[in-house]
């Protein structure tokens, strides 16, 4: 097929185990930091998609949250959102850890992938983190043995500066069609959403195992100014006082890093000065209620 005379354009959605690199390899394809990273596992809750342009073509990848069981409602909407996904995209990519054992968790998407007709990719990430790298092909061939993939590619998401074999694979499934977004355009998430998943990282890396994950972000005013920075004043949720000590820290030095450290992502977004204006409330068990889940943009249904 001559790929290069036609111009692809297409969905290809990342799933898998929580902590396997979808979100590093999202923001590695398409070059910049919108779905957010951390060593925690579960850390992306929405579906957010990312786009990356090549010279004929367009791919939208929806960076899911990892499937898991889930512990309370949260966990419920993140696992079906995930799901949800397979039978809305042209191609999914499953991503595994090559450095992690197959388990439970990767049988149970394996059989998520048999219900659906969709092309499937395996994406082995992690491949760095061999010492052996003759175990690589030991894994590939496992995982053919389970499932006919449409293609099995290795990848080091965190250290790769392209991914030319995968966008190609990827590239070879889509159907043919005009781009559906401008250029210019990395994602269909507005520039608030994306710096409350930006603060929300900073609680995460700098907190640690202090806080679970019962953070959340609300971004309540986006303010452009006149010269031309933007002010932004954000809450950050938690579920007890306990915790809002933490996240504050000695006093306010914790919140003090986080506003710092968020900040300068946000930035390098929006590519202006940011004022950010960060705020902590408790909000008992909000994982577990609709009315707040809904209020921090998680759509239950």
């Known amino acids: 097929m001559d790929t290069q005379a036609k111009h692809y354009a297409g969905f290809a959605a990342m799933v898998g185990r929580p902590n396997v690199g979808k979100s590093t390899l999202t923001n590695s394809l398409i070059g910049e930091k919108i779905a957010i990273m951390s ?8 579906k957010i998609m990312c786009i990356l342009n090549t010279d004929n073509a367009q791919i939208m990848f929806l960076d899911t949250p990892g499937i898991h069981k889930p512990h309370h409602k949260l966990g419920e909407y993140m696992v079906r959102t995930a799901e949800s996904t397979l039978q809305e995209v042209d191609v999914i990519l499953f991503v595994v850890d090559a450095a992690e054992k197959r388990g439970p968790g990767e049988d149970y998407i394996l059989e998520l992938l048999r219900k659906v007709r969709t092309p499937v990719i395996l994406v082995v990430n992690k491949i760095d983190k061999l010492q052996d790298k003759s175990k690589l092909f030991k894994i590939m061939d496992e995982y053919s043995r389970l499932y006919q993939f449409a293609a099995i590619v ?28 401008p250029d210019d355009v ?56 306990s915790q809002k000590g933490i996240v504050i820290g000695a ?51």
């Open 251 to 301: 006093k306010g030095s914790l919140l003090k890093k986080i506003g710092q450290q968020a900040r300068a992502d946000i930035e390098t977004l929006l590519y202006c000065k940011v004022f950010l204006d960060l705020w902590v409330k408790v909000k008992p068990d909000w994982r577990n209620q609709d009315k707040a889940l809904k209020q921090f943009g998680y759509n239950i249904r």
């Open 154 to 181: 290795p990848v080091s998401a965190l250290n790769d500066g392209e991914f030319p074999g995968l966008v190609s694979e990827i590239t070879r499934l889509l159907p043919e069609g005009p781009a559906y977004f």
């Open 186 to 241: 990395l994602t269909d998430q507005p520039e608030r959403v994306i710096a409350a998943e930006m603060i929300r990282e900073k609680v995460l890396r700098l907190t640690r195992d202090e806080i679970p994950h019962s953070v959340a972000v609300e971004v309540e005013e986006f303010k452009e100014r006149e010269d031309e920075s933007v002010y932004i004043r954000a809450t950050i949720f938690v579920e007890r006082d």
């Open 39 to 46: 060593d925690r596992p579960q850390t992306t809750r929405n």
